[in-house]
């Protein structure tokens, strides 16, 4: 069971990829919100081994939430009020993403293309692979 | 309005038509002298490539119509730091199709977006380069009758080798085609590559002698070692020379074996080899006009007998 101590109204992030958190911290812009964030590395998992949680106190309705399942599919994120756990939400797989991710290829138009959209597309909902619309290259998560 | 960015930017029944009438081409070229009178190429070349490049004018030249454009990006707006989305917007209104070349993956897809032209992918960074596989489509098709059922061998670079790659995936489009894949273990076929085979359920073996398989084969394609690949000076100099084709190796192979390559070639392919019948490399290069004529009439929707 999923220790929120200490949490009365907000989100908590869970099953992140261990080292994940602070992608998705960097992603949500949490550090310019105004929120207050736990993060957790590397606690011990069931399921994973080793996973990051990152439990955010405050109002969430400017974060975006969406992009998480282009980040990490497997993540879960429980909406805590009142200090008890009220929705379990699974990110779902956008078919595009675009302006959240950037393409990491150096030979990739998007690094030199002022102006470009950014975009990514589903290539493989199973494992969640997310490749760029114009390289195809497979985005990288870590 | 369609634009040709992936070589599978056409479907079989497409790609089917557009060999058929560049075998019409063949036959009689004379037919489509006029065909595209009045109408401009515009070829945006921001690397050079002057091979790629002549084929499309020539190609053009052949239709009747006339070119324009550049081939070098220091050349041109881009060296002024003009987008590819604003270059290409401002082309619209000069020409009625172009062919862009571009050292960066995917900047034809970026330049489909904002023409009002067909625009063709002329090679993009080691990404795509459809009118290359076209070619190598039209050469098999013309030379041997057929697509399907035949053992195509690759040899030499596979692992770079974006023209590999992209032949290897379109011929899986038809029936009853083996690989036989020949490389060193360092320049092996991506494993993307492989698994795509494997799902599909696609004969290949993968193989380091070409001598071993050579016998086997329908089709020969070889291709390029280039230097720029490797790290270091000593594994370019180990690896470059071990599958050159030459009289020897060829005695072994079928008499109506076909050997390709995309050229330019640097020694893989021995001299002494242009001579023997089966080395189609350089009628390979002069279909590729014809494969070119076809598309832009295809992507100008001119009719044969304008
Ligand atoms: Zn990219």
Request: charged letters at 25%.
């Amino acid at each position: 069971m999923l220790n929120i101590g200490g949490l009365n109204q907000g989100i908590v992030i869970d099953h992140i990829k261990a080292g994940g958190a602070m992608k998705i911290y960097s992603y949500l812009d949490l550090e310019n919100k105004d929120v207050s964030v736990a993060i957790i590395k590397n606690a011990k998992s069931n399921k994973m081994g080793k996973k990051d949680i990152i439990k955010i106190e405050g109002t969430m309705e400017d974060i975006d939430l969406d992009i998480l399942g282009a980040l990490d599919h497997r993540i879960t994120i429980n909406v805590i009020k009142d200090g008890v756990i009220v929705d379990k939400k699974f990110p779902t797989l956008p078919e595009r993403v675009t302006n959240i991710l950037k393409c990491r290829n150096p030979r990739c138009i998007t690094t030199v293309e002022p102006g470009i959209v950014h975009t990514f597309k589903l290539t493989d909902s199973r494992n969640g692979v997310y490749r760029c619309l114009y390289c195809e290259q497979s985005f990288d998560r870590r | 309005m369609k634009h040709i960015i992936s070589p599978t930017d056409l479907t079989v029944s497409e790609l089917n038509e557009l060999l058929e009438l560049s075998e019409e081409i063949i036959t009689a070229p004379k037919r489509f002298a006029q065909v595209c009178q009045g109408k401009k190429l515009a070829t945006l070349f921001y690397e050079p490539s002057t091979r790629t490049r002549l084929s499309f004018e020539a190609a053009m030249l052949n239709l009747g119509g006339s070119i324009l454009g550049f081939s070098s990006a220091d050349s041109s707006s881009a060296a002024k730091g003009e987008s590819v989305a604003d270059t290409i917007r401002v082309i619209s209104s000069y020409a009625d199709i172009c062919a862009i070349r571009h050292p960066k993956e995917g900047a034809p897809l970026v330049a489909s977006h904002f023409s009002s032209i067909p625009v063709i992918n002329a090679g993009d960074g080691g990404h795509n380069h459809p009118t290359q596989t076209f070619t190598d489509l039209l050469t098999i098709k013309n030379l041997k009758g057929r697509l399907n059922n035949l053992c195509v061998g690759f040899c030499g670079d596979l692992k770079f080798g974006r023209t590999v790659h992209s032949l290897i995936h379109a011929l899986t489009r038809y029936e009853g085609i083996k690989f036989v894949l020949i490389s060193p273990e360092e320049l092996r076929i991506p494993n993307y590559i492989r698994e795509e085979l494997i799902a599909a359920n696609i004969p290949f073996e993968e193989v380091r002698s070409l001598d071993d398989v050579i016998a086997g084969l329908d089709i020969l394609y070889m291709t390029r070692v280039q230097k720029e690949r490797f790290f270091n000076e000593e594994d370019y100099i180990r690896l470059k020379d071990i599958y050159i084709l030459d009289h020897k190796k060829m005695a072994n192979a079928n008499k109506d074996m076909l050997v390709l390559h995309p050229l330019p070639r640097v020694n893989e392919i021995a001299p002494e080899v242009d001579d023997d019948p089966r080395a189609v490399y350089f009628k390979q290069a002069e279909f590729g006009v014809y494969v070119r004529m076809a598309l832009i009439m295809k992507l100008l929707e001119v009719e044969k007998d304008a």
